[in-house]
């Protein structure tokens, strides 16, 4: 079993039962069966290398050698119509720059670097981000014992993830006593690291009455966690309501509250997770 099984298994369950996010959800299970795949190759490769920084132990060749095959997958697998689809926007994005492209990548979500990420047009970067998360995820289950990585007392706080300094995609809020432990969960490697419960990830607002949380019927697991402060949000998948969710699938799932959320002006953090 891999973390992708649980996945597949969640998107496909939910795709049936969704009226908005059925279609994203059916291609969310493709996509994470393909991405299961470059996944088992990563770890099967040999073990990344330990000790040294995220980006140098990420398997670059690799996820370089997995885009033309992955890019002929997306053009047949794609929801049509949609620009991944489209023959021209395939056939330029075959003969774009991988391994560039992936290292800039995994480069420009380190604090402050944000701006390189802007040159990359969309379905570029949604290129980058399906590519990199199996690889980078890999790279994080092998190294999730090593003792170089950030104590979890030091992680708790942090805004970025302290495997990748990937940003988060989601939080996660699970039982721990006779209250609830949030997490953030990244949206590159997946890894979750403690955070406190009353703070916002983008700007660390800590006051009550400049959060907001709001939540709808539909999505009973799901909390849109605002900030009046920044009027950035992100949503937080609570396991203690709906303890079957899965965070990255839930959040696609519940795609109709970020337009919501967009639509009452609150826009979403950036992110490295994957835009499907
Ligand atoms: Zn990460
Ligand atoms: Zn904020």
């Not at 390189?116 to 092998?142: H, I, W």
Request: charged share 20%.
């Amino acid at each position: 079993m891999t973390p992708w099984d649980a996945r597949i298994a969640r998107a496909l369950e939910l795709a049936p039962q969704s009226v908005a996010a059925s279609q994203i959800l059916t291609f969310y299970a493709a996509l994470a069966q393909y991405q299961r795949s470059l996944f088992t190759s990563a770890i099967a490769d040999n073990a990344p290398a330990r000790g040294v920084p995220f980006a140098d132990a990420f398997p670059l060749r690799l996820a370089t050698d997995a885009a033309p095959a992955f890019l002929r997958w997306l053009a047949h697998s794609a929801p049509s119509p949609d620009v991944l689809r489209n023959a021209a926007s395939a056939q330029k994005l075959l003969e774009l720059d991988w391994t560039t492209r992936l290292r800039e990548a995994l480069e420009c979500d380190a604090p402050g670097g944000v701006a390189s990420l802007l040159v990359l047009d969309g379905p570029a970067l949604f290129v980058v981000r399906s590519l990199t998360q199996p690889f980078a995820e890999a790279v994080a289950v092998a190294r999730r014992d090593e003792r170089c990585l950030a104590p979890q007392s030091e992680g708790a706080g942090w805004s970025r993830c302290p495997v990748c300094r990937g940003a988060p995609r989601a939080g996660v809020l699970r039982e721990e006593g006779h209250g609830a432990k949030k997490t953030l969960q990244c949206g590159r490697c997946f890894t979750e690291w403690g955070f406190p419960r009353l703070m916002c990830p983008t700007c660390r607002e800590a006051r009550f009455d400049a959060l907001p949380v709001f939540t709808a019927d539909a999505f009973p697991h799901v909390r849109v966690e605002a900030c009046e402060t920044c009027h950035g949000y992100l949503k937080t998948i609570d396991l203690t309501v709906d303890g079957l969710a899965v965070p990255a699938v839930d959040d696609l799932a519940s795609i109709s509250l970020d337009l919501w959320a967009s639509e009452r002006g609150y826009g979403a953090a950036p992110t490295t997770g994957a835009s499907v």
